[in-house]
């Protein structure tokens, strides 16, 4: 079945860093969705890209669709506190209904 | 609009008993899902429906039960609790969009169930 993995799982920086965590779909993907899980909170919605080589941008957050649809990358520029929390890619295959996430890179920031 | 609203919010389980998460959306949308995420983990799929009377499984539906009799609805049933179902259950639901409409598929999820299995 369709696996999404992520790395890194874990990335402490001192505020004002910059972050990047990468997604890989072991099969082409549809789209792939990003997602965004404060400490005890439920995952909301970034954003959604469906073309290959894709770049959109959110402020200081820019997603990337790889050329061949099965990577992605978030890219969070000088990271501030109100970053923390842990961030799913979360893909969907060709006529699935399902999505499968990513195993999640969780941000810590040191101020 | 309240979303998507789960009950409960907390719940301390034995072995062997067994509940229903409660999961209802306000948003009249078809699909529903239900994802468990284990501590420091992804979320892996349980089940979804497509609509009401539609319901399939997804990666680790083992030990769970779905019903869809209505749109609104989609209640997750644990049939004889084991410590291995401990766990954070969230339930999401998004709107069908027919091929040519724009807008992304987004999910929508609730506050989560937090669950032990003692």
């Known amino acids: 079945g369709q696996q999404v993995m992520q790395i890194p799982q874990y990335q402490h920086v001192q505020e004002g860093e910059d972050f990047t965590t990468y997604c890989n779909s072991s099969?082409?993907?549809?789209?792939i969705q990003w997602y965004k899980q404060r400490p005890g909170g439920h995952p909301v919605f970034l954003i959604q890209?469906?073309?290959?080589?894709e770049v959109k941008k959110q402020k200081r957050l820019t997603f990337q669709f790889g050329e061949a649809k099965k990577n992605s990358s978030l890219h969070i520029t000088a990271t501030q506190t109100t970053d923390v929390g842990t961030y799913f890619c979360?893909?969907?295959?060709?006529?699935?209904?399902?999505?499968?996430f990513g195993t999640g890179t969780r941000l810590t920031i040191i101020p | 609009n309240a979303g998507v609203t789960q009950t409960p919010k907390f719940r301390i389980l034995k072995i062997g008993q067994s509940m229903t998460l409660q999961c209802t959306q306000d948003?009249?949308?078809?699909?529903m899902y239900w994802y468990r995420q284990d501590p420091g983990m992804g979320l892996k799929l349980i089940y979804y429906?497509?609509?009401?009377?539609?319901?399939d499984k997804g990666e680790v539906p083992n030990g769970y039960n779905v019903s869809r009799s209505t749109t609104e609805d989609f209640p997750l049933r644990l049939e004889l609790a084991a410590p291995s179902q401990t766990s954070v259950y969230f339930c999401?639901?998004?709107?069908?969009?027919?091929?040519?409409?724009?807008?992304?598929?987004?999910?929508?999820f609730g506050a989560g169930s937090r669950l032990t299995v003692l």
């Open positions: 999401a639901s998004r709107e069908k969009r027919d091929r040519g409409q724009s807008g992304a598929n987004v999910l929508t």
């Open positions: 099969t082409t993907l549809s789209n």
């Open positions: 890209l469906v073309k290959s080589g």
């Open positions: 979360a893909g969907r295959g060709f006529g699935n209904e399902k999505l499968t």
């Open positions: 948003m009249n949308h078809n699909y």
């Open positions: 429906s497509v609509g009401a009377g539609i319901t």
